[in-house]
């Protein structure tokens, strides 16, 4: 059975450095999400791919952050120039087209800012 | 202003017994909610969901209360494992516009099952 799958599973950087996480949806899965969760807090919506196209952006995604879905498969989110406030666990979820399918997700990606 | 609320942080019950999680939500757009589980270092992982049409979900020893007047669910796990020491995140959908069924989620709370 292949998950979700997500790399790397950690990444420290310094302030300043560009990041690049990515994102291996089960295989069927047309939709793909990311989220974002931080100490004590549940995930929130960062932005949704139906195949390749990105249909929807939270405001909390900044013009430093920007993800792709190429081929309609994998998906990468980059962050450039981090800054401390974006020290967090990257969530990526898939699921089946169609109403009420549950997302499925990957283990997440740490990331922590010097 | 948090649309999904679950006001237990932690709660604590013996094996065997039953264990009730609750959570309140706000949004009457929301219309599919889920209960996840996730332990330390894992991302989380799908127990159950109810859609808003039916009150009453069962698979196993998890079932899912939704109250819609109330604006309330419960998920009930019986008879409690210590395998079931976790955090709880309960998980509300609504369709947007764009397409998207993009979760809005509780803060969660912590299960000890105690042996």
């Known amino acids: 059975d292949t998950g979700v799958s997500q790399d790397p599973r950690h990444k420290i950087t310094k302030r300043g450095q560009n990041v690049t996480f990515r994102c291996d949806p089960i295989?069927?899965?047309?939709?793909l999400y990311w989220y974002r969760q931080t100490l004590g807090q549940g995930p929130e919506f960062l932005t949704y791919?139906?195949?390749?196209?990105?249909?929807?952006k939270s405001r909390l995604l900044s013009d430093r952050f920007s993800a792709e879905r190429p081929k309609g498969s994998f998906s990468t989110l980059e962050i450039q120039r981090t800054e401390q406030g974006d020290s967090a666990m990257y969530l990526c979820?898939?699921?089946?087209?169609?109403?009420?399918?549950?997302?499925?997700f990957g283990d997440g990606t740490r990331l922590s800012i010097l | 202003d948090q649309q999904v609320k679950q006001n237990s942080p932690s709660l604590s019950v013996q094996e065997g017994r039953i264990s009730i999680l609750n959570c309140d939500y706000t949004?009457?757009?929301?219309?599919?909610f889920l209960w996840y589980k996730k332990y330390p270092a894992e991302g989380p992982t799908f127990l159950i969901s109810?859609?808003?049409?039916?009150d009453k979900n069962e698979d196993g020893r998890f079932t899912v209360f939704l109250n819609k007047s109330a604006k309330h669910l419960s998920l009930h796990i019986v008879p409690s494992q210590p395998g079931d020491s976790a955090v709880y995140f309960c998980?509300?959908?609504?369709?947007?516009?764009?397409?998207?069924?993009?979760?809005?989620f509780g803060k969660g709370t912590k299960l000890s099952v105690i042996p």
């Open positions: 979820a898939s699921s089946l087209w169609g109403n009420n399918q549950p997302q499925h």
């Open positions: 295989s069927e899965h047309n939709r």
């Open positions: 791919f139906q195949n390749e196209a990105q249909l929807e």
């Open positions: 949004n009457s757009m929301f219309d599919y």
């Open positions: 109810i859609s808003s049409i039916k």
């Open positions: 998980a509300a959908s609504a369709r947007s516009g764009a397409g998207s069924y993009q979760l809005t």
